[in-house]
Structures are given as C-alpha cells and as structure tokens.
C-alpha cells in the first residue's frame, strides 16, 4: 500500500494522532483496566452480592449508548474503551440476572448446625 493510501485509510501511525486522542485513549485505557480485575473476579467467584441490579442495568446501558456515541462521532478513544466495556459489564450483568438479581448464595457447610 502506497504512503499516501495509507493515510486516506487512517493507517498511519500515532504520530499524527491529535494531543486529545492521545489524552482519550490514555484516559480509555486507565478506566477500562480499571474494570478488569473486578470482572475477573466477579465470574471466578461467582460472588455478585455487592452489585447493585439496577446500577449494573444502568451502567451497561450507559456504556453501549457511548459506545453508539463514539461510532456516530468517529471518537476512536470513545469506541475503543467502551467496545472493550461492554462485554465485561454485559457477562457480569447477565451473571447478575443469572443470580435472579441477588447475587451468589453462601452455600452452607455440611460441618454447620442448621
């Protein structure tokens, strides 16, 4: 591919990337590694006590609408962190719905008294 094609196809490299691109996709990359971990966490344990039904409804939501967002507006930063999102807060969430919105149960020990 020719230099000039490539960059018609915005093929070329962060160089050229605008100082708030740059910013954004820092700022993506922070908030979404962030939200790693508790994913992790959350489909290992299974342990979804302490999420809220209606926040994690809410926020799931709100991620997929900035993820709209970004793709009606070409904001690579806005797609980016938000299409890496939006899978992790949609496993949660249906693991949530999964747990009929409670979250998981103790299991109780069989060496405990009723």
């Known amino acids: 591919m020719a230099p000039d094609a490539r960059h018609d196809a915005g093929l070329t490299p962060t160089a050229t990337m605008s100082s708030s691109d740059l910013l954004g996709l820092i700022a993506a990359t922070?908030?979404?590694?962030?939200?790693?971990p508790q994913a992790i966490k959350s489909v290992r344990t299974r342990d979804l006590s302490g999420i809220s039904l209606g926040m994690y409804s809410a926020f799931t939501l709100g991620i997929a609408l900035w993820l709209?967002?970004?793709i009606m507006t070409e904001a690579m930063p806005v797609i980016v962190a938000n299409a890496v999102t939006l899978p992790l807060c949609g496993l949660i969430l249906v693991?949530?719905?999964k747990e009929g919105g409670h979250g998981a149960r103790t299991p109780s020990r069989p060496d405990q008294n009723p």
């Open 30 to 36: 922070l908030t979404t590694l962030s939200f790693v």
């Open 68 to 70: 709209v967002y970004g």
């Open 95 to 97: 693991l949530k719905l």
